[in-house]
């Protein structure tokens, strides 16, 4: 009931291209879902993030959308570039903080 | 980000030994958390403290303890390290009323 799915493990793009990730979860009281980067050697950086009574955000070329019926959650990211390359997580909050993390996917957006 | 730093960036240790890795912020956050990343696991979240007085087991505590020092300082201690605990460790600070997680560069361990 705590996790929260994520796939794929790996995506490969081309730029320019819209790289998809999905999440899915089971658990009714998240109340918050936010997507981190994280590039290599490095801690992981909130990206962007929704709230459940909200269907779609987006900051520039990166947009989630959400689907509480399904209790799934997406990523997408427009016109992707090389250096979007990276591991992406999603994530969900419970009890005024805690993330519950996804496995990860790992990027790679080609020239 | 550098508001979060954590020391040592990188450590080798052996079966049986006991090590801390030490958390320290300056974003002023009341909230602190240890997190161990594996290839194919995510994130997974070892403790947490949401004030100096406050502190609670997340999804991976055995084999690890906390002390939070001071609002600005939270450090994880191996009692006695072994291999399986090798792995990246980060700590994050938030604070309410987003809950917006900040991370720490990590420390990567090796237990020998």
């Known amino acids: 009931q705590q996790q929260v799915k994520q796939s794929p493990q790996s995506l490969i793009v081309q730029k320019g291209g819209i790289s998809i990730i999905n999440c899915a979860y089971e658990n009714t009281a998240f109340d918050y879902f936010p997507w981190y980067q994280q590039f290599p050697g490095k801690g992981p950086a909130l990206l962007i993030a929704?709230?459940?009574?909200?269907s779609e955000k987006k900051e520039g070329r990166f947009t989630i959308s959400f689907n509480k019926s399904a209790k799934q959650f997406s990523l997408h990211i427009m016109d992707s570039q090389p250096g979007d390359s990276a591991t992406y997580f999603c994530a969900a909050s419970i009890q005024g903080g805690k993330l519950i993390f996804g496995q990860g996917t790992e990027l790679s957006v080609k020239p | 980000d550098a508001d979060v730093t954590q020391t040592p960036r990188n450590r080798i240790t052996k079966t049986g030994k006991r090590i801390m890795l030490e958390c320290s912020q300056t974003k002023g956050h009341d909230r602190m958390y240890w997190y161990r990343q594996d290839p194919g696991l995510g994130l997974r979240l070892i403790y947490y403290s949401f004030d100096v007085k406050d502190i609670n087991k997340g999804e991976i505590s055995d084999g690890y303890s906390v002390s939070r020092q001071a609002q600005a300082k939270f450090s994880l201690s191996l009692e006695s390290a072994i291999p399986n605990q090798t792995a990246l460790y980060f700590c994050?600070?938030?604070?309410?009323?987003?809950?917006?997680?900040?991370f720490g560069p990590g420390t990567r361990l090796l237990v020998l």
């Open positions: 929704i709230r459940p009574d909200v």
């Open positions: 994050a600070t938030s604070a309410k009323p987003t809950g917006l997680q900040y």
